[in-house]
């Protein structure tokens, strides 16, 4: 185990039941860390969401339609979701779910215009 710094962030360590939340793409990151700036606690509130329950349905929380609602990577086909991190505003979370890792494949900072 390599030596700590002193000031070092203490990562949370995940509970056996999450799930693990990981970039898909630089896009998705760069939009995950707007978002963050703009609207931290309800992007905590995100990842709490993704790591717990990411395939329940919601009104915040919910499978993509028609084109949109599948994505292909490495061949194998998964269902995309969207989650909106707030209700009064147009930010979306796109993912999808293999095994117990969520990818975030975009985060968008306004209502996509694929959805509108």
Known sequence: MAASKR?????????KIEYEVRFATADARRGWQDLVATV???MADCWDF?????????PTNYRLKGELGTITRAGVTHERWQHKPTLEGGARVWFFVEGRTVWLEHVHTSHPNETK
């Open 7 to 15: 000031g070092e962030v203490v990562p949370r360590p995940p509970k």
């Open 40 to 42: 931290r606690n309800a």
């Open 50 to 58: 993704l790591t717990r329950a990411p395939l329940k349905t919601t």
